[in-house]
């Protein structure tokens, strides 16, 4: 009597081109990025227009941009066990991968901005349990553990299958059936975990700016809030596009029913972003006096462009995903997704903008008719032909800093290209 013969087989991405490219691409932006932090490291943070009047800028801003990202990515990844969203589930390795990568340029990303990098053995050892920065540090330490179990549970049963992978040596002990329990028992139990630490992730680094009481652009409750929802919707978003190129053309028919769940989970937790920026502006408007008149001349005049591009982009893409049409083709989708982020790295600028040239501080110059100088707390640089420091001039990043800013794009490249050149990131599937 004639066996059936049982094989494995898998959907093959058709996009192994475009991952060579995008490795190519990554290690081009390393090497750009490591080449200005090395300079930077040379010459000191002087290189950049960051001064004691704008002490945050491009830098913090692609880590809040990247912890965002890395935060949405294991929630879908968690949300996918915890809520049995069986459409998903063949994403939820891209989804933590995605993860991991962005945890990765998040961290890779807030050492330049430390400027002497040598010295941060400084909060491990003196760590002020009062400063939220050291709870960020143990938090994205905390995080980039989760997330790589995360991928390492779901690719076991794959590893034991094939016989590849790393840190794999105990599997031999034990049959495919049950590496296959393991992974689904182990995937579901750092979902758990995942979850509320993907959200405590971003509610922290949201909470280094909320806390800052004598800025009033940041100052607010609302801000935690809609940082999680920015990070659905971001985190959402790369794992879309990473899928959608995954796959391939060939892929998304397969794939399609999971694409449009995911259009709509970032059309959903934009449509609550949106909701949160317009009960702010109410409020800053409502009773903001001067401080309030003062930032929005900041966001709608000087900075109204940038802004422009934080509302309107993401909007679109909230828009569009919520019709047919946008979430019916391949090209919609990789669209919006671009747009989006886009948006979302012009909304974490603007987080700077508003707040630093905003001086908290000033006193009233008796005699002069000056009741608001911008108090010398912060010396700026001595420009000529002018007879004192000024405290505060417009900022925009340096050369230095838009190269080394490329680092932290050329880590979640490399990892993300290079795992998918050496493992399958959708499920096996055996079949007679």
Same mark, same amino acid.
């Given at each position: 009597?004639?066996?059936?013969n049982?094989?494995?087989?898998r959907?093959?991405p058709?996009?192994?081109?475009?991952?060579?490219?995008? /490795?190519v691409?990554?290690?081009i932006?390393?090497?750009?990025?490591?080449?200005?932090?090395?300079?930077?490291?040379k010459?000191?943070l002087?290189v950049?227009?960051?001064?004691?009047?704008?002490?945050w800028?491009?830098y913090?801003?692609?880590?809040?941009?990247?912890?965002?990202?890395?935060?949405?990515g294991?929630?879908?990844?968690s949300?996918v066990?915890?809520f049995?969203?069986?459409n998903?589930?063949?994403l939820?390795r891209?989804?933590?991968?995605?993860?991991?990568?962005?945890t990765?340029?998040?961290?890779a990303?807030?050492?330049?901005?430390m400027?002497?990098?040598?010295?941060?053995?400084?909060?491990?050892?003196?760590?002020n349990?009062?400063s939220?920065?050291?709870w960020?540090?143990v938090?994205?330490?905390?995080?980039m553990v989760?997330?790589?179990?995360?991928?390492?549970?779901?690719?076991?049963?794959d590893?034991k299958?094939?016989?590849?992978?790393?840190?794999?040596?105990?599997?031999k002990?034990?049959s495919?059936?049950?590496?296959?329990?393991?992974?689904?028992k182990w995937?579901?139990?750092?979902?758990i975990?995942? /979850?509320p630490?993907?959200?405590?992730i971003?509610?922290?680094?949201?909470?280094?700016f909320?806390?800052?009481?004598?800025?009033?652009w940041w100052n607010?409750?609302i801000?935690?809030?809609?940082?999680?929802?920015?990070?659905?919707?971001?985190?959402?978003?790369?794992?879309?596009?990473?899928?959608?190129?995954y796959?391939?053309?060939?892929?998304f028919?397969e794939?399609?029913?999971?694409?449009?769940?995911?259009?709509?989970? &970032?059309?959903?937790? /934009?449509?609550?972003?949106?909701f949160?920026?317009?009960?702010?502006?109410?409020?800053h408007g409502?009773?903001?006096g001067?401080?309030?008149?003062?930032l929005f001349t900041?966001?709608?005049?000087?900075?109204?462009?940038?802004?422009?591009?934080?509302?309107?982009?993401?909007?679109?893409t909230?828009?569009?995903?919520?019709?047919?049409?946008?979430?019916?083709?391949?090209?919609?989708?990789i669209?919006?997704? &671009?747009?989006l982020?886009?948006?979302?790295?012009?909304?974490?600028?603007?987080?700077?903008?508003?707040?630093?040239?905003?001086?908290?501080?000033?006193?009233t110059?008796h005699?002069t008719?000056?009741?608001a100088?911008?108090?010398?707390?912060?010396?700026g640089?001595?420009?000529?032909?002018?007879s004192?420091?000024t405290s505060?001039?417009?900022?925009?990043?340096t050369?230095?800093?838009?190269?080394l800013?490329?680092?932290?794009?050329?880590? &979640?490249?490399?990892? &993300?290209s290079?795992?998918?050149? /050496?493992y399958?990131?959708?499920?096996s599937?055996?079949?007679k």
């Open positions: 009597m004639a066996q059936n049982v094989v494995t087989t959907t093959v058709a996009a192994g081109k475009p991952f060579n490219g995008m /490795l691409l990554a290690v932006l390393l090497l750009i990025g490591l080449s200005a932090w090395g300079f930077q490291f010459e000191g002087i950049t227009n960051m001064r004691n009047s704008f002490s800028g491009l913090i801003a692609t880590f809040a941009f990247f912890v965002g990202i890395a935060a949405g294991l929630i879908v990844s949300s066990y915890l049995n969203l069986e998903l589930k063949p939820t891209i989804a933590s991968l995605s993860a991991f990568a962005c990765l340029g998040a961290g990303m807030i050492l330049p901005d400027g002497r990098i040598d010295r941060i053995y400084n909060i491990l050892l003196h760590p349990v009062n939220p920065l050291v960020d540090m938090v994205i330490s905390a995080y989760v997330t790589f179990l995360s991928v390492y549970v779901q690719l076991l049963p590893w299958r094939e016989g590849h992978g790393f840190f794999k040596g105990w599997t002990n034990y495919q059936e049950e590496i296959e329990r393991f992974s689904q995937s579901k139990r750092v979902a975990i995942g /979850l630490f993907a959200v405590l971003h509610t922290v680094t949201a909470l280094i909320a806390t800052q009481a004598s800025r009033g607010t409750a801000l935690p809030p809609d940082f999680i929802a920015v990070a659905v919707a971001s985190g959402t978003a790369l794992v879309l596009l990473i899928s959608l190129i796959v391939g053309k060939e892929g028919t794939y399609q029913d999971a694409f449009k769940t995911l259009a709509l989970i &970032v059309a959903g937790s /934009l449509l609550v972003h949106f949160f920026v317009a009960v702010d502006l109410l409020i409502w009773w903001g001067t401080e309030g008149h003062e900041l966001l709608f005049g000087q900075y109204g462009m940038i802004y422009g591009i934080e509302l309107l982009l993401p909007a679109f909230m828009l569009f995903f919520f019709t047919q049409k946008g979430k019916s083709t391949r090209q919609t989708l669209l919006g997704c &671009v747009l982020f886009i948006g979302v790295f012009a909304h974490r600028m603007m987080l700077m903008f508003p707040s630093f040239n905003a001086i908290p501080l000033s006193f110059i005699g008719g000056i009741e100088w911008a108090y010398p707390v912060a010396i640089e001595y420009q000529e032909g002018i004192s420091f505060s001039w417009p900022y925009f990043p050369g230095i800093e838009m190269a800013g490329l680092f932290p794009f050329g880590v &979640v490249l490399f990892v &993300v290079l795992a998918f050149r /050496l399958s990131f959708l499920p599937s055996p079949k």
